[in-house]
């Protein structure tokens, strides 16, 4: 045994149960020390479940022109919120991950460059709102609720605010195939996600 020379052997103890003593975890939850809305805010920038989907609608919409990108940042948050209210009065979230057919959806949309009217564009967004909110509102409900979801809401709208008009400002042939190519690459993610969650079933 190592000798620690100068520390009494009860020192050194309550030293090693102090260090293996774990601090409070919070599955899927963000601590600014901000208040609720920040809180809410970072587990949308630091989730990739939520953030490349909301990244995809802004790119998918830009494509489409400004109308879709216009409906887009108002109803996703909206629908977003409502599926979070819903989401805090719902049981545990379902085992199927069920955000990687958002990113293999969208994703493809966005590399096959679909051409969708805005009248299918805006309710699929709506759609993909309304679930990852419900997911977020079975997470959030054990710390921020619903000032966190608000928070969420008002960063999903300037993230499509943002996002959609910088790809509608695009005028290089090149520079859509760039946003193309991106979409494959969460295309790919989201079919990797869904491969990975059914290897684990079989294994």
């Keep these: 045994m190592t000798h620690f020379p100068g520390k009494p052997m009860t020192a050194r103890i ?11 975890a919070f599955a899927h939850l963000v601590n600014t020390g901000m208040g609720p809305i920040y809180d809410g805010i970072g587990h949308l920038v630091l989730t990739p479940e939520d953030l490349v989907p909301t990244l995809a609608i ?7 022109g400004r109308r879709s990108g216009r409906q887009a940042m108002f109803v996703l948050p909206l629908l977003w919120f409502t599926g979070g209210i819903l989401g805090l009065a719902l049981a545990a979230p379902p085992a199927f991950p069920v955000t990687s057919v958002s990113f293999l959806l969208l994703g493809l949309l966005i590399a096959v460059d679909a051409r969708l009217p805005v009248s299918v564009v805006t309710p699929l967004v709506g759609a993909i709102g309304l679930l990852h909110g419900m997911l977020n509102g079975m997470a959030l409900k054990s710390g921020p609720g619903s000032m966190g979801l608000l928070g969420i809401s008002a960063m999903l709208f300037v993230i499509i605010a943002l996002g959609s008009a910088f790809v509608v400002s ?19 993610s989201g079919l990797l996600m869904i491969g990975w969650f059914f290897r684990g079933q079989v294994y």
């Design 58 to 64: 802004a790119l998918y919409c830009g494509l489409r």
């Design 170 to 188: 695009l005028e290089k042939p090149w520079s859509r195939i760039v946003v193309r190519v991106t979409g494959s690459w969460v295309a790919a």
């Design 14 to 24: 309550t030293a090693l149960l102090a260090l293996a003593l774990p601090a409070t």
